[in-house]
């Protein structure tokens, strides 16, 4: 069997290689740490059989300055469980001589191997358990064809007008991922089965998410009043965090407003709004949190705070400098501090102001009319300043698996701040009630209680379901030619009706939701 393997995958299977042999050399220090390094670098090359030629690293490129062996075992655990997991997915029996490789290595680089010193022994002991770990996920991952009904639901998907659909299932049967239609327009490839995506507006349970845990460090109180943190917007003192995290401030949205009778107030130009066009053609420009703010403020809000519910990106921008005010640091380096490097979520981006996204990738498309002429665009590429906090991030369908199973499962909130966090709020909208940056829907007798919050914008759309303990989850990444009639609103809301139903038994209600 022949391994092809994308750049990507490529650069994560060096960068492990590397932090492999930098552990080995900070294993050896009180010997010969280059020596040690260059030997584990000739062990990595030969004894990984196909990719071997991947894994290549010289000694000269490894930098141990100031790095104890236990920084060095953490920064450089989810690149080794990254390689382990790509590698299972062209070859499994390449993933598991990578990880006999790296632990055979590592043991043979301590000065005592029968006695080996505090610091090596919790640094193998670390490394084991994850590597171990990953073995035992991908062991358990099956094959498109053994969930047939899951795999016809992703492929009836994109013949109702996507381009690509790639989900992964977590239930009592096991992992399943599988993926349909293609990559980009033209193509033949499929979606990559976990590649990136924009993932929208599941940007948002990230970030309340990161807001409740400041709130558990004791740096801000969830039912305090935002001006006390944030004085210089000059916002309504009645206006507190929990407002921000549940929509109910009644902060106008800066990418625009449709009220109940049906006028329409415009903000920035956004997709899928009537500023599509012009969103494309600036799709590049760099907007400030704040000026967003202050955009949002000088119009008028929706309603008295606390008095009724509605859906606004700007709450969440707030939360974003909420977050930078109250720790001095900014809402990435939060972000990997508090979560994504605790969860080992290594194909998880908070891009700021970069277009690029990691590869791999399926490619999403903006169409628009221009002097009598339909103009369709790869806007893969885009700057997503145009919306911090509240849909600027990047994931695959495997860590937004692992992020809403942890978060529901206790592992990054108390009890108490979980709870609060699935408290539903009436919203208006049928079975679909909010709690702190997630919808609790109700999906009836046959689904029960789910804890969601998806995603869509500019060509991308992402799902992210569990249920309330976090057991069975279900993501998934879809891509189409989106445009500013929304024209795949509905099918989006058909895909999400029918994959409900084939994973939790539920999903029954008006797909026109």
């Not at 047939?148 to 492929?155: N, R």
């Amino acid at each position: 069997m022949s391994i092809t393997l994308s750049d990507q995958c490529k650069s994560t299977l060096r960068t492990a290689a590397y932090g492999a042999v930098a552990l080995m050399a900070a294993a050896g220090a009180a010997g010969k740490p280059h020596k040690i390094a260059t030997e584990g670098s000739v062990a990595l090359h030969t004894a990984t059989g196909m990719v071997g030629h991947v894994l290549a690293a010289k000694s000269k490129d490894i930098d141990l300055a100031g790095k104890s062996v236990a920084e060095l075992a953490d920064q450089v655990l989810p690149a080794l469980t990254a390689a382990m997991h790509l590698l299972a997915q062209h070859d499994r029996a390449e993933a598991d001589n990578f990880r006999s490789t790296v632990l055979v290595a590592i043991e043979a680089a301590q000065d005592n191997p029968g006695r080996p010193r505090p610091a090596t022994a919790e640094m193998a002991r670390k490394i084991t358990a994850a590597l171990d770990a990953t073995g035992a996920a991908v062991a358990n991952v099956a094959v498109g064809q053994e969930r047939p009904e899951l795999q016809k639901a992703i492929e009836e998907i994109v013949e109702s007008g996507f381009l690509g659909v790639s989900m992964r299932v977590h239930d009592e049967r096991g992992e399943w991922v599988g993926s349909a239609g293609v990559a980009e327009l033209g193509g033949t490839a499929k979606p990559p089965i976990d590649g990136h995506v924009r993932i929208a507006s599941n940007t948002k349970t990230f970030t309340a998410a990161l807001v409740l845990q400041l709130v558990a460090e004791g740096k801000i109180g969830l039912d305090v009043p935002v001006v006390d943190y944030l004085p210089e917007f000059g916002l309504d003192g009645r206006i507190t965090v929990r407002m921000l995290l549940q929509h109910t401030s009644g902060v106008f949205n800066f990418t625009g407003e449709m009220y109940e009778d049906g006028t329409i107030v415009l903000g920035i130009p956004a997709p899928g709004t009537p500023l599509g066009k012009e969103w494309v053609q600036d799709r590049f420009k760099t907007y400030r949190p704040q000026e967003l703010v202050e955009l949002a403020l000088a119009k008028p809000t929706r309603f008295e705070p606390g008095t009724g519910w509605s859906y606004s990106n700007t709450n969440y921008v707030l939360a974003r400098l909420l977050i930078e005010k109250t720790t001095g640091r900014a809402f990435a380096e939060e972000m990997r501090r508090l979560i994504l490097d605790p969860l080992g979520l290594s194909g998880t981006v908070v891009p700021e102001t970069s277009p690029e996204i990691p590869e791999p990738h399926a490619h999403a498309y903006y169409r628009y009319e221009q002097n009598g002429e339909e103009m369709t665009v790869d806007v893969t590429r885009h700057n997503p300043s145009w919306n911090p906090c509240g849909g600027d991030m990047i994931s695959t369908t495997e860590d937004l698996a692992t992020f809403i199973s942890a978060l529901l499962s206790g592992k990054l909130l108390p009890a108490e701040l979980l709870a609060e966090m699935c408290t539903p709020h009436p919203t208006g909208i049928p079975t679909m009630d909010y709690g702190l940056g997630v919808f609790v829907r109700d999906l009836g007798s046959e689904g029960g209680i789910v804890i969601t919050h998806n995603g869509g914008h500019a060509g991308y759309a992402t799902l992210m379901y569990s249920t309330p303990d976090g057991s069975k989850t279900m993501t998934a990444s879809l891509t189409c030619v989106d445009d500013s009639a929304m024209s795949v609103a509905v099918p989006f809301q058909n895909a999400q009706q029918k994959l409900l139903a084939e994973v939790f038994g539920g999903g029954q209600s008006d797909p026109g939701q």
